[in-house]
């Protein structure tokens, strides 16, 4: 036995000195190494919907949707708009958007989901809004808001390792910006709005089901405290769209959605990359210069270096966002340049997935074959995507700063590796910093790699179970997950050293322990099994899941009765290993068409 461990150890050493991007690998390999609430037409589910926030002047919130402006100037004295009139898809040059009015969904519409936080703390709207007639038509496209020109933005982007050319919002419209009363400015689009001039051979379409999943996702990442886009409503459409949703030829009708989501910007590695490949360098500029000036306010508009700075913060920032993908086990599913974000946001909910078995391998996305997207992975995608932001950004670069950027691309790993480390010593609950600490994580991720433990219930019940249990080694059958990493015949090794670490931690006690351990690992994410359930029964005109989901993931930490009798922090019921892997990209044309340029 501890000859094993010996070499155990000195495999994981060897691979902690690993100084390069494939350490996200190395450790998973080494391995071989509140209150939002949802409403279902115009039934309250939860009977404190309306419950005032008594924190904020009721006063202050906007009672009647039409008083609600936006405002769409900033973009467009900026930025030059396409000259070309009309819908009609085509090659764009020389701009940034495109006018484009949303196409109005088919009725009856129906409000099957909304978001109160971000109706009421980001859009200072009164909750009551929701009922008006009007609503559904505002946030589905019907009907334009005051103040309120429609845009589709222009951008490209490198698609599973190759430039696609331009793509663009091909179902997205931009439909203005709301500063509210803490000041704050948020972009608003409307996703599964029609056609738009980047439609290419799509329908400009969404369907319930990945409007579903995009709507609850983002909300749960954000109460996750991980930097992503926001969703404020889910509307649903009797419009019929057509959908082969596992490329098996098999088309069927599924029905038209849109999500009204938000984001402080929309503008992605794309949005650089398709001005540099057209040659637009003024333009290449001007959208730097405006995405610095407007959201990175560190940097001096009049330094030579700007464009330097921010590179180094977009690497850093984009390390930050990956490293706590992997904290709580999310795989994005299509990372493309198109779908980063230069604020780095997790954006462009898709195909993504929550890793249940711990496995680097896991793949969420069902037309990703080659596996480019696997969660072991992803920090690498991240540099191969800095890498072409990189070459987006030389035309505007002098030779030095080019060396020098190219420098600072190379301390990309370093910066993963030291926020992967910090967030998983969170995860186990440790303060300060021991030299052992790497090799206890990396142990632990191999047992619960060869024991296939469930990724999130594992942290949490780790969180859950007390000194006093741990140390007697009497895991419940009720802590099933970390009950199947005790089947693993170094568990008890592992736990040792385990405590051994905490009871070094000078002035800490167990309830502290499990307090500050319970903060970051969530009970509850948004596993494929739920959001497949919820989306069967959308599918048929009953949204009471994904509101029940949505309250749920909107407070993921805390242990609630509801969400305990649905099951959601139980091992996994047996048809779901029989589900495919999460939802492919939305099946349009235009992503079958990619799929078969792939081969
Ligand atoms: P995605 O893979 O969803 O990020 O989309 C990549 C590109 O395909 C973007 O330009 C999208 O706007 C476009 N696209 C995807 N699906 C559709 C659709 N149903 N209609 C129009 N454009 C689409
Ligand atoms: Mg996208």
Known sequence: MMSYICILISVLLDLGVVNNVLATESLHNFCESDDCQSYVSDVEIYPYAFKPNFNMNLTERIHDIDHFKLSCKRLIEVFPLDQVDGN??????NCIFSESTPTPLKGPLKLAAFSKDVIENILDLDVSVTHAKDFVYYFSGGKLLPGSIPLAHRYGGHQFGYWSGQLGDGRAHFIGEFTNSKGATWELQLKGSGKTPYSRSGDGRAVVRSSVREFLCSEAMHFLKVPTSRASSLIVSQEPVWRDQFYS???KTER???VLRLAKSWFRFGSLEILADAGELD????????VIKEHFPTIDSNDPNKYLGFFSRVVTETAHLIAQWMSIGFAHGVCNTDNFSLLSITIDYGPFGFMESYNSNFVPNASDDEGRYRIGTQADVGMFNLERLLDALRPVLTHKQHQRAM???KDYPDIYHRRFHELFKAKLGLLGGAESDGYLIAFLL???????ADFTMTFRQLSEASDTQLHSRLISQAMWALDDLASHKLFSDWLSLYLLRLSKQKGD???DRQRRMKTVNPRYVLRNWMAESAIR??????FSEVAALHQTLSRPYLKQDTAEDAGYSARPPLWAQKLPSSDSCEHSSVTVTLRHVRR
């Not at 333009?283 to 405006?290: I, M, V």
């Open 249 to 251: 030829g098999n088309v």
């Open 283 to 290: 333009l290449l500029r001007k959208l730097l210069d405006f």
């Open 407 to 409: 420098d600072l691309l």
């Open 88 to 93: 009609f898809v085509r090659t764009v040059k």
């Open 446 to 452: 191999k047992l619960m790699e060869e024991t296939g």
């Open 509 to 511: 006690t167990d309830v």
């Open 537 to 542: 029964k959308a599918e048929m005109g009953d």
């Open 256 to 258: 038209g959605a849109v």
